[in-house]
Every structure is written in structure tokens, then in C-alpha cells.
């Protein structure tokens, strides 16, 4: 038999082999990263993995103490992930110049990969009709008062913890 006399056999096969591939998937870069120390530099972040964009954040928790906590969402060629880290130290930058004095050094302690089309409401969160700074709603973007996932960030585990969306209200 020649290849053209297989070639819609073999072409049968190929397409089917492709439906039953499970679709391919970015996997959260963070993940890969809990624990791990990064530093934001002149230049940007060092140690980021390359596509990995910061597109908004807030701290949480006691603003005042030495090593606050902070919430903070990034992009990744589309995808968004909620990172939740603890500034180790700030970056400093002399205010009169805008002159970069020297590096912050931040700790990824937890992430996880947010559903598409959905964005964060800042925190915070009332739970049990206690505001709870540490939490945050995740809403479709579509419905922003529909909160499809709760997430808190508790200091104590160092986890993103996911809360029934019953007991909160955002």
C-alpha cells in the first residue's frame, strides 16, 4: 500500500489522537515558587519568572508592623493569579530624586490560579458581620455583587484559605 492510499486512515488517526489530548493548560509559576524570596529591583522583579506581570495589590493585616502582609494579583500571558506574600523589607527610593536606594525583599507564601473572566474586590470582607481585612471576594466580571469565591489570607498558616461564600458578605 502506498501513503497515498493511507493518508485518510492516517489523517483519522491524528485527529483523533488531537480530541482526546487533554487541552493544554499554563500552570500557576508561583506555585513553584512558595517560599521562595524575590526582590524588586530598579529594573523590576528578580527571580520572576519570565511573562509574569504585577497588575495590582494590597496590604493586609497590621499596616504597621515590621513585615506586613500583602494580597496581590499577576498576569500571566491571560491568566490571573492571586499571590499572597509578606514584604520581608520594603524597597526604598529617596523621595526627593526618585533614586532607587535599594531593594524589597518579598516572600510568596501561598497562590492560586482565579477562574477566567473573574476579577478581586479589595478586602475587606465582613464574615459572621466581623470585617475581616484579610479576606477578599473573587466576581465574575460580568456580576461584580455575584462573589463566586472567598479567599482569606490567614497570617497564622501562612494559606490562601477558600470560605462558603454564604458566610460573607463583600
Known amino acids: 500500500m ?74 500571566y500571558h491571560g491568566q490571573k493569579i492571586l499571590s499572597f506574600e509578606q514584604i520581608l523589607s520594603p524597597p526604598t527610593t529617596d523621595i526627593r530624586t526618585a533614586e532607587h536606594i535599594s531593594d524589597g525583599k518579598i516572600q510568596i507564601l501561598d497562590s492560586v490560579t482565579l477562574p ?9 470582607c465582613r464574615i459572621h458581620q466581623q470585617e475581616e481585612a484579610e479576606t477578599l471576594a473573587i466576581v465574575e466580571l460580568s456580576d461584580p455583587f455575584d462573589s463566586q469565591q472567598i479567599w482569606r489570607a490567614n497570617q497564622e498558616t501562612k494559606q490562601l484559605e477558600l470560605i462558603p461564600v454564604e458566610q460573607v458578605r463583600c
Open 116 to 124: 477566567e473572566n473573574h476579577t478581586w474586590l479589595t478586602p475587606p
Open 2 to 75: 502506498s501513503f497515498h492510499n493511507n493518508f485518510p486512515r492516517i489523517m483519522a488517526l491524528a485527529i483523533t489522537s488531537l480530541l482526546f489530548t487533554p487541552a493544554i493548560t499554563l500552570a500557576n509559576p508561583l506555585e513553584t515558587l512558595e517560599g521562595e524570596v524575590y526582590y524588586i529591583t530598579a529594573d523590576g522583579h528578580d527571580g520572576f519568572p519570565e511573562g509574569l506581570e504585577m497588575r495590582e495589590g494590597a496590604l493586609i493585616g497590621d499596616l504597621s508592623a515590621p513585615q506586613p502582609y500583602s494580597l496581590t494579583i499577576y498576569d
